[in-house]
């Protein structure tokens, strides 16, 4: 069973630019969550689809956004990049909306995006 | 948003040695997990605890979920040099639809 894949693993851009992200949830996975972590701050939520819908939002500026397609597939993107955005980016999917009695995410390797 | 402690941030051990780490909240949670991240990989579920007091194992890594529901507890018993990386406690809110996660902490195994 192939796990979260996202991509690409390294990305390096410069202050000004936009980047997207991809993940591809587990298959069945309609959930996908996409978390900031930098060695300051730790995991910090940035959103969370689930059928296409963004159900639950961190507080990140607009400038941080996201989308989900029918085949549960997410993207991120982030524009106007700033040097204060070099982070990992992670990509989580669950197989239903997040309920009480959950067993989390199934997280993939990240995305190491630096900003020069 | 919610505020995850835990402690400690790092911990320098000799191998065979036992581990406890903790992780407090100033809400009640629902549900706890504890996560182990790798270098350059993202975090891996360890352990789901789901009811006040409940004492899980999976083989030599025991977490409990706390009696006031906002704390909860890993324990890794005869560490050994893979054990190395950071943990990761989450916990989730009754009827809430994400995980907060805990700042880390950094385990670090001396052969």
């Known amino acids: 069973k192939a796990g979260v894949t996202q991509t690409p693993r390294y990305l390096i851009k410069t202050r000004g630019q936009q980047v997207t992200l991809s993940c591809s949830p587990i298959s069945g996975h309609r959930s996908v969550s996409w978390y900031q972590q930098t060695p300051g701050q730790g995991l910090q939520f940035l959103f969370e689809y689930f059928s296409e819908t963004q159900r639950n939002k961190g507080n990140f500026p607009g400038r941080f956004s996201g989308r989900q397609f029918s085949n549960s597939r997410s993207e991120m993107n982030v524009s106007t990049l700033e040097l204060g955005d070099s982070a990992l980016y992670l990509c989580?999917?669950?197989?239903?909306?997040?309920?009480?009695?959950?067993?989390?995410?199934?997280f993939g390797s990240g995305t190491r995006l630096t900003v020069v | 948003g919610q505020q995850l402690n835990q402690s400690p941030q790092s911990m320098f051990i000799q191998e065979g040695e036992d581990v406890s780490m903790n992780c407090t909240s100033s809400s009640i949670f629902n549900t706890w997990l504890w996560y182990k991240q790798d270098p350059g990989e993202g975090p891996v579920l360890l352990i789901a605890l789901y009811k006040a007091g409940e004492l899980t194992s999976n083989g030599r890594l025991t977490a409990q979920f706390g009696i006031t529901r906002k704390d909860s507890f890993l324990n890794i018993s005869a560490s050994i040099p893979s054990d190395v990386g950071i943990y990761f406690c989450?916990?989730?809110?009754?009827?809430?639809?994400?995980?907060?996660f805990g700042t880390g902490t950094s385990l670090t195994v001396i052969p």
């Open positions: 989580a999917s669950s197989r239903i909306q997040l309920e009480p009695h959950s067993d989390g995410y199934t």
């Open positions: 989450a916990g989730q809110l009754l009827f809430g639809n994400q995980f907060y």
